[in-house]
């Protein structure tokens, strides 16, 4: 099993605050998740996958967030 990201590991990884990503998980616009009571966990296979499905060549496509 991979080791899993914490919300400020991933914060620094993107270069994003940790509200930034509190926000993403809310609206779901951010990667996958998994909560252990009340622990936020990230896999960065799946933080991999959901930067290559936000991928963009121009502003003009759609975005998911």
């Given amino acids: 099993m991979p080791t899993l990201w914490t919300p400020e590991e991933l914060a620094l990884f993107l270069n994003v605050s940790t509200q930034e990503l509190s926000v993403m998980r809310c609206d779901g616009t951010g990667p996958a ?33």
């Fill in 33 to 65: 998740f998994s909560k252990f009571r009340r622990n936020i966990r990230y896999n960065p296979r799946q933080v991999s996958e959901w930067l290559e499905s936000n991928t963009r060549t121009t502003t003009k496509e759609a975005s998911n967030g």
